[in-house]
């Protein structure tokens, strides 16, 4: 096997990996794995309107309402009404969902410094820049996947 090739076999065995993490965070919080990338959007971001965590979640509005309507009622979401617009709501993490984020993600991100403290800045840089340049390819391939979604019956281009 090449080095390249090794490499990406490296790439994707370690984002195999970070979803077994997800899958068992997910079972931790007792919710769906879109759930769970709901509390990540609102933990990165504090707070959100229902329409941006709507947009960055990548659900339709009625979706991103039922999500935040399971995740209210099962204590890890609130729920308010924006002070300065009242026609907004504001999505928030509970204290209970914050305790558990930490209490899940706290030790991976305290081991994953741990291990970072092992490079080089050169090194560090070349991760860095390798990861972001395969976060945007993901991204990128993400978009191209869903317009391969077609209604019921329909066969994707090339079948």
């Known amino acids: 096997m090449t080095e390249a090739a090794q490499a990406a076999q490296a790439a994707a065995d370690f984002g195999a990996a970070a979803d077994l993490v997800d899958d068992a965070a997910a079972a931790v919080f007792g919710v769906n794995r879109t759930d769970l990338r709901i509390l990540g959007l609102v933990s990165e971001a504090g707070t959100l309107t229902a329409a941006a965590l709507a947009g960055a979640a990548k659900l339709s509005p009625a979706a991103a309402t039922t999500a935040v309507q399971r995740l209210v009622a099962a204590g890890h ?21 914050v305790d558990l984020i ?7 991100a305290k081991a994953g410094r741990r291990e970072l403290a092992r490079y080089s800045a050169a090194e560090l840089e070349l991760i860095t820049g390798f990861l972001r340049r395969g976060i945007a390819l993901q991204l990128a391939q993400a978009e191209r996947v869903r317009t391969l979604v077609q209604p019921l019956g329909r066969r994707h281009p090339g079948d």
């Open 102 to 108: 930490e209490g899940v993600y706290g030790p991976i």
């Open 77 to 97: 979401l609130t729920r308010t009404v924006d002070a300065a617009d009242r026609r907004r709501a504001v999505i928030a993490l509970t204290p209970t969902a």
